[in-house]
């Protein structure tokens, strides 16, 4: 226990307490104040009425500090709380972030593939379009030597017309020749006829 030996309000005392001696004359001090300063407020008072005065204010200023206290555990509960909540908000945002990291790379990943992709389609389109020109260019060509062989499919049928025309008419000649043919072999069968009967008419 520790003692100390005080004064307040012009008066001696000796306490007794559990406390350091330093930490009970801040305490003797400070009734010691607010005594003085309701000796301002009543100057004609007696010592007992200015100590309950003092006690009292003291005492209300003690219920003020514990509803204070209540009031900050509160808020330190409510801190807490809150901290907790938002402790949980991160973790959770935290994972949210790792996985939409996850998918972005995924999503990367996949970008860089269709990016390869579509290289090698563009690549393979551009072949195909040469070969397209190719081919274009080849039809052309073949569309020109079709024309020239239709020209010249057209100047054969032209000619074969007229090679028709001609053999037409050398069969007409012909079966004129034939026909004078059979005519001169019936006036020789008649000239021999008419020799054969002057011969025999000679002799």
Known sequence: MEKLSVKIYGQE??????????????VAAYVDEKM???SGVLPNGSVSELASLAAVNIA????????SVTEVKGRNEQLENDTHHYIALWEEAKKSFLHYKDEAQAARE??????????????ESERLSGLAQALEE??????????????GLRARETE?????EQLRELEGKSRE???????LQMENIQLKGELERYK????
């Open 13 to 26: 005392y000796t306490i007794t307490g559990d406390r350091p001696q330093a930490y009970m004359g801040r």
């Open 36 to 38: 003085k300063q309701l």
């Open 60 to 67: 209300d200023e003690l219920f003020e500090g514990e509803h």
């Open 110 to 123: 996949d970008r860089d593939e269709l990016q390869g992709r579509f290289e090698t389609l563009r690549a």
């Open 138 to 151: 080849r039809v052309n060509a073949l569309e020109g030597e079709k024309e020239g062989l239709l020209a």
């Open 160 to 164: 074969k017309e007229s090679l028709s």
């Open 177 to 183: 020749i034939e026909s004078g043919f059979f005519d």
């Open 200 to 203: 025999r008419m000679v002799e």
